[in-house]
């Protein structure tokens, strides 16, 4: 009977030495395995909570990489509007200064019209650049939405230029900015809002001078677009002695109504400076010496390639010094407005470029928090993970130790 319990109690001894044996060396290979990853969680059964939380910060990283790529795109696509844009200027700047010198007395007729071919190319560079597109092959200047090219023209019928698309800039996000810029409002006019009118003057003889100031809004909500005709009909320079009156009629189309208008008197001594009445919401002014039959076109422009095309074929058409004079004039007040209107939609977008640098810097430092989240949830402590090992293997070959010793409870190793 005692030999049987002792059999019983070498057995128990053995087979206890065996598991501990086992699992230890199954929570060694487990360090090791922390050890040679870094992390603390291998797998989720490891610890699930803390593999939940490691996997939602991932994620997010993940996400932020994906909007990041495409903030990259859109700041591409901006950055690219914006250096368009600026070409843009540099030619109308170009453009102006050719008109400038159009308007230089000692040139022929065929001097303004070789300096109009060289105002022709520099149109069409800025009309190409007007439909510039990105390197996915999308317009610049699309706004809400457009054609591929979103502005048509010259047309045959009024307007003579069009913007192809849905007008407006749209909206950025707290991770994102627009592909695109309101290209209407950069390159297309409005009558009430920027007032761009082309005025054009009959054919005035040489020894007397007629020109007019650029067109001004005076009230926005009273502007219909209309066009206008305007037609001295009356100089009297003989009902008061030494005073001239000039009347004049002036045409609206639509809708094609006439009114009669009769200016204050001025010396006759001097040039005519008469403030234009009959135009709704404008304000112009024509200077020089006006005489029957004179008349003066007002017609909006719809467009900065609509006021270049008319600055082109005035100062091309132009009979006189006379005609170059008020061709350069109008030329010039309109080419500014367009100018600002431009410079506009560039401010806009270097807005957006400093949104997305901005959008960049708080994803960068969300990424790092969400890094910090996720090394709390799974990276291992080194300096603990080597501890653990090593304490670990010490209990392991503690382990193996006692398994020999249990080897040796052997009969044959007593009888021997």
Do not use: C, W
């Not at 639509?254 to 009769?262: E, F, I, K, L, N």
């Not at 400076?273 to 919401?281: E, L, N």
């Amino acid at each position: 009977m005692t030999s049987s319990l002792s059999r019983i109690g070498s057995a128990n001894t053995y087979d206890n030495a065996v598991r501990n044996i086992s699992m230890r060396q199954s929570a060694l290979s487990n360090l090791q395995e922390n050890l040679t990853s870094g992390k603390r969680v291998v797998r989720a059964s490891d610890d699930p909570t803390s593999a939940a939380n490691a996997e939602r910060a991932l994620n997010r990283i993940s996400r932020i990489a994906t909007d990041q790529r495409a903030l990259e795109a859109q700041r591409n696509a901006i950055a690219m509007a914006e250096s368009t844009l600026g070409d843009v200027t540099n030619s109308l700047q170009r453009f102006r200064e050719l008109v400038v010198s159009a308007g230089n007395g000692v040139h022929s007729n065929a001097e303004r019209k070789s300096i109009a071919i060289e105002l022709q190319g520099l149109r069409d560079q800025i009309f190409a650049s007007a439909n510039q597109k990105d390197t996915n092959g999308l317009p610049l200047f699309s706004a809400l939405g457009s054609a591929l090219a979103p502005f048509v023209g010259p047309q045959a019928t009024p307007p003579d230029y069009t913007f192809n698309g849905l007008p407006g800039q749209a909206a950025s996000s707290d991770v994102a900015i627009p592909f695109t810029l309101d290209g209407d409002a950069a390159f297309m006019h409005q009558p009430a809002r920027d007032g761009v009118y082309n005025t054009s003057v009959s054919t005035i003889p040489s020894g007397r001078t007629l020109t007019t100031d650029g067109v001004t809004v005076t009230n926005a909500s009273a502007v219909t677009g209309a066009s206008y005709l305007i037609a001295i009909t009356n100089v009297d320079t003989t009902t008061t002695p030494g005073t001239t009156v000039v009347s004049y009629d002036v045409t609206t189309t639509p809708p094609g109504s006439t009114a009669a208008q009769v200016a204050p008197g001025y010396p006759s001594a001097q040039s005519a400076s008469i403030a234009v009445a009959g135009m709704a919401g404008l304000a112009l002014t024509f200077n020089g010496t006006p005489a029957v039959g004179d008349t003066l076109t007002v017609a909006p422009s719809p467009s900065i390639f609509s006021v270049l095309d008319n600055a082109i074929k005035d100062i091309k058409e132009a009979p006189n010094n006379n005609g170059a004079t008020q061709a350069v004039g109008q030329a010039l007040h309109n080419i500014d407005i367009g100018m600002s209107r431009i410079s506009a939609v560039r401010g806009q977008a270097g807005d957006l470029l400093n949104r997305a640098d901005r959008i960049t810097g708080n994803q960068e430092s969300r990424n790092i928090q969400l890094e910090a989240d996720r090394s709390r949830a799974e990276d291992l402590d080194m300096v603990k993970g080597i501890s653990d090992f090593n304490n670990q293997q010490t209990g392991y070959s503690a382990a193996l130790q006692t398994y020999a010793k249990v080897q040796q409870l052997s009969l044959f190793n007593f009888i021997g």
